[in-house]
């Protein structure tokens, strides 16, 4: 595994800035070698992060995080409970019943009560049981009270990703180095200088490029030429790989500087 140099917090998650790594960025595996979040820069001062995929992934195309899992009715847990060492008082902790989650699957994950008693209030998933979620609030630990009325939660994970799909807008997650086969680890390129496939139009040089999101071609890259221009899409830069007197067909690779 890589040698860490620092630990910082980012996304209320704690994160490892590695100095080396073991394995390649264009390596994937069935097993962890790293943490979920852990960060590399590489040489050329281009950034990965470590993540796993929840499909299979194309090469070079574009990532989002996995979509979020939604909870309606909530409530609050109904005694103290423990975990790890760690004290869960009831306001601590998210309960829906007869959930059937799967215990750990959710360790990790960031989430949000988006409707309902306690609305707005985030929080970080530090583990699940089948029924509950022990919980961090953003609010410290004086916790949240939830009303199974009304308090619905959604949660994800920034760093379990899959291709993107049609329709998809904004940022990215980044883009895969190597096609990720499903349930793998892999580091995705999310910083510097990077290949990018091309499909939905022509590219010239120097012009702007962003994120395709047909149904057909999500997942990839496309002038702002197109009918729709800027009007559901994110500008990622130029297209620095090409010089005045050349252009990308679609199905073509080009260079792309991630930011």
């Not at 620092?6 to 790293?34: C, K």
């Not at 995080?65 to 060492?85: K, P």
């Not at 306001?91 to 609305?119: C, F, H, M, P, R």
């Not at 620095?240 to 930011?259: C, F, K, P």
Request: hydrophobic share 40%; with cysteine.
């Amino acid at each position: 595994m890589g040698k860490p140099t620092q630990a910082f917090t980012f996304r209320g998650l704690t994160m490892a800035l590695l100095e080396n790594i073991s394995d390649s960025i264009y390596d994937e595996s069935d097993v962890p070698l790293h943490q979920l979040g852990d960060m590399w820069i590489d040489q050329y001062s281009r950034r990965y992060i470590y993540s796993l995929a929840t499909a299979a992934i194309t090469q070079y195309k574009v990532i989002d995080a996995a979509a979020a899992v939604g909870v309606d009715a909530v409530a609050n847990g109904a005694t103290e409970l423990r975990w790890n060492g760690k004290k869960y008082g009831t306001t601590n902790q998210i309960y829906k019943t007869s959930a059937g989650w799967t215990v750990g699957a959710y360790d990790g994950y960031l989430g949000i009560v988006d409707d309902g008693t306690g609305e707005g209030n985030a929080f970080l998933i530090e583990h699940n049981t089948a029924d509950t979620l022990f919980v961090t609030w953003n609010n410290g630990d004086s916790g949240v009270t939830l009303a199974v009325a009304d308090s619905d939660v959604e949660f994800w994970h920034p760093d379990k990703v899959l291709t993107s799909v049609a329709n998809t807008h904004g940022p990215t997650a980044g883009v895969a180095p190597i096609a990720v086969t499903d349930a793998y680890y892999f580091w995705r390129q999310v910083r510097g200088p990077c290949f990018v496939l091309i499909t939905a139009a022509a590219l010239g040089a120097g012009i702007h490029i962003v994120r395709d999101d047909a149904a057909t071609t999500a997942g990839t890259f496309r002038s702002t030429a197109n009918a729709d221009d800027m009007d559901d899409a994110t500008l990622y830069g130029t297209s620095t790989s090409l010089t005045s007197a050349t252009t990308a067909a679609r199905g073509s690779y080009v260079i792309l500087n991630l930011q």
